[in-house]
């Protein structure tokens, strides 16, 4: 990450942090004039700069930025809803923007919200075109995505869940799998070969009784589960370290897009299960 403004090793001691006292307002010693008792007690008695005065990272600016953007996506999701038709270049417009976000050295407020407003359109016009299939999926895959997140996050907080180097190399072993399959799927359902609304995964692919899209379904679920968990990690690695508060914004857009990637898998089970 990005060197920040301030050292917190520095900011500790009161030489280096006096609540913003300048050079010229420190109370001098030798030629000039002594620093009484008094002086010195209260000098020393003065808080360390937190975390906020230093411009880092913390929790609560970090849940703030995560706020913020939910708000920006869940307004234009409204609107997506009502002009479902936006859905399809929102999400290509969506994936150049998550591609920006990604290779970005410093994160970008502004690049991040901009994201946040145009996946806000995909997910507004895709749940519109689901719910006019299926009546009432929306709700459950909004209750589904809560609940798989709420779960997560208490697992994690509670340290019954933690990111493993073992774990994470299957997770990414995993998801260029995943990535691969769903390219195929797409050519192969784009080109007419497979047959069904969702390729491979349409619920007439069977293995003994259960339909093989709810497999994989149920499996990438679990892909994004963990990879909530790798973003709790990486925020609360961010303000332990010290992260620079801009990084805020980072945390922001991969948390939104692991939840956004969530509700669209859950949304897709709920269907192949509904057909």
């Known amino acids: ?89 929102a999400a290509l417009v969506g994936f150049v923007l998550a591609l920006v976000n990604i290779f970005k050295k410093k994160p970008s407020r502004g690049l991040v919200l901009a994201y946040a ?68 799927n797409f050519v192969l359902t784009l080109t007419g070969v497979t047959q069904g609304q969702f390729g491979l995964r349409s619920a007439e692919s069977f293995i003994p009784g259960v339909p093989w899209g709810a497999i994989i379904g149920v499996f990438v679920i679990i892909l994004a589960a963990y990879s909530l968990v790798l973003d709790f990690t990486s925020i609360k690695t961010g303000v332990e370290r010290g992260a620079p508060a801009v990084y805020g914004w980072q945390a922001a857009f991969g948390i939104m897009v692991t939840i956004v990637w969530l509700y669209v898998e859950i949304l897709r089970l709920l269907a192949i299960f509904r057909n």
């Open 117 to 184: 407003a145009v996946e806000g359109l995909f997910v507004g016009g895709i749940s519109y075109i689901f719910e006019a299939q299926y009546g009432g999926i929306v709700g459950q895959a909004v209750l589904g995505t809560f609940v798989v997140v709420g779960v997560t996050l208490a697992l994690f907080a509670s340290g019954k869940i933690r990111a493993s180097k073992r774990a994470t190399q299957v997770f990414l072993v995993a998801m260029v799998g995943y990535a691969a399959f769903s390219l195929i």
């Open 1 to 89: 990450m990005a060197a920040a403004s301030s050292n917190p090793a520095f900011s500790k001691s009161p030489a280096f942090s006096l609540n913003g006292a300048t050079a010229a307002q420190l109370p001098r010693t030798g030629a000039g004039r002594d620093i009484s008792p008094t002086q010195l007690d209260e000098l020393y008695g003065r808080p360390s700069a937190t975390p906020t005065d230093t411009d880092r990272m913390t929790y609560e600016n970090t849940i703030g930025k995560i706020i913020i953007s939910f708000a920006v996506l869940m307004l234009t999701a409204v609107v997506g809803w009502m002009i479902p038709i936006l859905a399809l270049p």
